[in-house]
Nanobody, 124 residues
């Protein structure tokens, strides 16, 4: 398994941008697809985006498509989530997760490793 640490959260006005980072450590030699998930106040955790281990394939939730971009730098063992045109509904704790696979996980697949999360608050 790997250890994940998120950073980059904060308070931003609606329409603003943030970039989240997820630092990966541990058994980074294995192939991991990476996902971002979020949990808003009094809401269940929901899928945001996923990227395969090569970085060539991505998939997004409809609610963030066109506004968020997931990417990864395997040389730096870091995954990013660029969030543009943020809305108050995007307010949540954002967590990254890892799943060991050569393929492309589905949003409902189980991810074995999780970070602690970083708070994103969007004011109106």
């Amino acid at each position: 398994q790997v250890q994940l640490v998120e950073s980059g959260g904060g308070l931003v006005q609606a329409g603003g941008s943030l970039r989240l980072s997820c630092a990966v450590s541990g058994r980074t030699s294995r192939t991991y697809a990476m996902g971002w998930f979020r949990q808003g106040p009094e809401k269940e955790r929901e899928f945001v985006a996923v990227i395969d281990w090569t970085g060539s394939r991505t998939y997004y939730a409809d609610s963030v498509k066109g506004r968020f971009t997931i990417s990864r730098d395997n040389a730096k063992n870091t995954v990013y989530l660029q969030m543009n045109n943020l809305k108050p509904d995007d307010t949540a704790i954002y967590s990254c997760a890892a799943r060991q696979t050569y393929g492309m996980p589905r949003p409902t697949d189980q991810f074995a490793s999780w970070g602690q999360g970083t708070q994103v608050t969007v004011s109106s």
